[in-house]
């Protein structure tokens, strides 16, 4: 008996390797698709190295001036 449901189990379990296998070459699909991200000559202002350079002197001023506030003289 316990032979008979092992075999049930591999043959289950053989099926079910079938099937699966089946379903992931079933989603092979061959399409070729061509995605434009660039709509037209607009650059946004992230893309700036200027807003960065600035952006970087900020936060650095800000980090100095957090640091430096808490001491008293």
Do not use: H
């Amino acid at each position: 008996m316990k032979m008979l449901t092992s075999f049930k189990n591999k043959l289950l379990l053989s099926t079910l390797m079938l099937f699966s296998s089946i379903l992931a070459f079933a989603q092979d699909k061959k399409v070729d698709v061509d995605i434009n991200v660039n709509k037209g000559n607009q650059s946004q202002w992230y893309t700036q190295p200027w807003v960065w350079i600035v952006g970087g002197a900020v936060f650095i001023l800000l980090i100095v001036a957090l640091t430096r506030g808490g001491k008293k003289e």
